[in-house]
């Protein structure tokens, strides 16, 4: 009997060495204490976003299968863009929502276009680039939320970026997750690269904030273009 309880314990500990081996594997750091760092974990306004977003999903947004250029409504019709910034400046500052429309301006005049998602409780913006609805073409790296009483948010979709040339390199969503935390207000650990982490849209009241994120679109818009020649 004794040798079977050793037997179990042994196997436990193989099972917890091969859990832990897994996660360091998938970015997790540890603490010298051996407890997962806390700068990794999920607060409850990250799950409190997630639900949200997948709320929002669940009314019509897919991705690039909805986010489609936001056509001109008839007359006295609110288009997608119209409901999108209504619900912005009902929660945000005006200096927020101009940084935001001047975000958008600067991604139109990379050669990107902006699509509106479908939700009607939230709607949302995608920075695009692709063709313009063509599922499984497209690829976008950061969608925008209005706050819906939280204030709004830049969601960064390193989920959806693994698995689109070129970022299915670990090393590039790695790079871009460092550019985006030199801005100030801006902290999303490592741990966190497989996910969709946000950050709030108020730090783009900054001029060098805003500037920052540009050279950052730039640079993604870059790597996406020399994807067939890297």
Request: charged share 35%; with cysteine; glycine share 8%.
């Given at each position: 009997?004794?040798?079977?309880h050793?037997?179990?314990r042994?196997?436990?500990?193989d099972?917890g060495g091969?859990?832990r081996?897994?996660l360091?594997a998938?970015?997790v750091?540890?603490t010298?204490n051996?407890?997962?760092?806390?700068a990794?974990?999920l607060t409850a306004?990250?799950?409190?976003?997630l639900?949200a977003?997948d709320?929002?999903q669940?009314?019509?947004?897919d991705?690039?299968?909805?986010a489609?250029?936001?056509?001109?409504g008839?007359q006295g019709e609110e288009?997608?863009?119209d409901?999108?910034?209504?619900q912005?400046?009902?929660d945000d500052?005006?200096?927020?929502?101009e940084?935001v429309r001047?975000?958008?301006t600067?991604?139109?005049?990379l050669?990107?276009w902006?699509g509106?998602g479908?939700?009607?409780?939230?709607?949302s913006?995608?920075?695009?680039?692709g063709?313009?609805?063509?599922p499984g073409r497209g690829?976008w790296p950061?969608?925008?939320?209005?706050g819906?009483g939280?204030?709004?948010t830049?969601?960064?979709?390193?989920?959806h970026?693994?698995?689109?040339?070129?970022f299915t390199?670990r090393?590039?969503r790695?790079?871009?997750l460092?550019?985006?935390n030199?801005?100030?207000?801006?902290?999303?650990?490592?741990g966190?690269l497989?996910?969709?982490?946000?950050f709030?849209l108020?730090?783009?009241?900054k001029?060098?904030n805003?500037?920052?994120?540009?050279?950052?679109?730039?640079w993604?818009?870059?790597?996406?273009?020399?994807?067939?020649?890297?």
């Open positions: 009997m004794q040798c079977v050793t037997e179990r042994r196997a436990a500990a099972e091969d859990v081996s897994r360091i998938d970015g750091r540890f010298v051996g407890a997962a760092d806390p990794q974990r306004d990250d799950l409190a976003m639900v977003e709320d929002d669940a009314d019509g947004e991705g690039e299968d909805t489609q250029r936001t056509p001109g008839g288009t997608r863009a409901r999108f910034f209504r912005l400046a009902a500052s005006p200096e927020t929502v940084a001047a975000l958008l600067r991604w139109e005049e050669g990107g902006i509106h479908a939700g009607q409780v939230t709607t913006a995608y920075l695009m680039l063709a313009a609805g063509a690829i950061m969608t925008i939320y209005p819906t939280r204030g709004g830049v969601e960064v979709v390193f989920q970026l693994a698995a689109r040339e070129p390199d090393a590039l790695v790079e871009l460092g550019r985006l030199d801005i100030e207000g801006v902290d999303i650990p490592e966190k497989e996910l969709r982490p946000s709030r108020s730090v783009l009241e001029d060098r805003r500037e920052l994120l540009a050279e950052t679109l730039t993604f818009r870059d790597r996406w273009e020399k994807r067939e020649t890297a």
